[in-house]
């Protein structure tokens, strides 16, 4: 009996793009914290949802938010697995 354990790589790769987007989220915050008030151009509201610290915050918030389903799937998956392994010993 072969076993599909496609779940557990799918959660595996939505863990890594969280963990991608919430380098970008922080990359996000931290090049708008940087910005001196000689740049007010830069500092206006020219996000998404606000000003950049706000969209990388909420971005990051969104990521967090993913990696915790994603990290269902991985336990979810892997009980699965075990309860097969289990009933197929």
Sequence with gaps: M??????????????????????????????????????PTSIKNTGHYGSPIQDGLIEANSSELEAQANARVIDSSDKTIGRLIDITV
């Design 2 to 39: 072969q076993i599909n354990n496609s779940s557990l790589i799918y959660g595996q790769q939505g863990l890594q793009g969280s963990q991608k987007k919430l380098d970008q989220a922080s990359q996000k915050v931290a090049d708008a914290s940087t910005q001196t008030l000689s740049q």
